[in-house]
């Protein structure tokens, strides 16, 4: 006996069911593999330091007013977000906070440090701050010239005493980045130990975390090893360095994994990720950069997870944005690589289609 459904015939009912459901597949979010790790923290910014770079949202977070610093905190917090990594807190010669050092940055919000510190501590944001940029940010001296140097001991004394009473400020950054080539400098460990141990005398408990590229080319033997012995830091946060073109999401696992096994051997320093989410729209630091797709970002994920306690990118800021954000920054195709992530960060890895 033929069946059929509303006058359609029952191959034919079939068949149409069929088709709905694989597009109703093809439009959801990639299952969540409980193995990939999400992103837990991000790079932070009031100013992007590479100015063609951030062309698109310097402009705008110039003129956040306070209250939109703290509605950003808290649509990273509702993103998942643990961690904000304050980049810098001086910049050109200019502070984002009141010091003899240099004169303040003009923004709408008059104290940005504390405010985004204030509201880290209501969404339970954990921020590490910035020792930097006390000189001229892209001059690799800068690690070794005495005058930046005082500059940069009195910034950390003066920071801790301004703002180390918010809980959220949980440990301190480095952000004169070190080339691994394939070994550290020793102007850059003499640099790491002298903040850091500045860092230790005013806020003990306070985490210490750097983030060097040259990720592709560290050697991980036993001279590196004595190396990270040798450095007073609780963090190494490695960047992946996929988006400025010197490594394909396709080699990335392979160096992390070698790094994992030389943090293995010197436990006091756990290995993160610091996998960036961006490509740049031409030249590689010289144009814009705009937000990759989620496609590629969960590929990096995936790459890395296996190796690593954490992941951060870089950065959420300007390459992120919920849709109908209070506080928008960025190119418009942001609010796509937010929700794609946002949709597969919410995904059952036991949803069946």
Known sequence: MNGSVNGIGRRQFISKLSAATAALGASLPPMRDPKVKAISGSWFEFQHHATVEGVDWNPACACFSCAQWDAKIREMSEAGLQYLVLMATA???????????FPPWRLACSDPIDTVLSAADKYN???????????DWADPKIVSDPIAARKRLQAIEELAKLYGHHRSFYGWYWPNEAF???YYSNEFIQYVNACSKAARQLMPGARILIAPYGTRVAAADDK???????????????????????????????FYERLHKAH?????????ADVEIFEFEGEVYHSPVTSASFDRVLRQLEAVSPWVDTVLVYQYLGLMNKPGSAAFAGPPESTKLYTDYVRWLNSSHHRTA
């Open 91 to 101: 910049l050109y010669y200019r502070a984002f906070y009141k010091t003899s050092t």
């Open 125 to 135: 944001v954990k921020f590490f701050i910035g020792g930097g940029f006390y000189g």
């Open 180 to 182: 691994i080539n394939p």
């Open 224 to 254: 590196y090893v004595k190396q990270l012995e040798s450095m007073d830091v609780d963090i190494v946060a490695y960047q992946d360095e996929v988006g400025v073109r010197k490594s394909t999401v396709e080699e990335t696992a392979v």
């Open 264 to 272: 293995t051997r010197v436990p006091k320093a756990a290995i993160w």
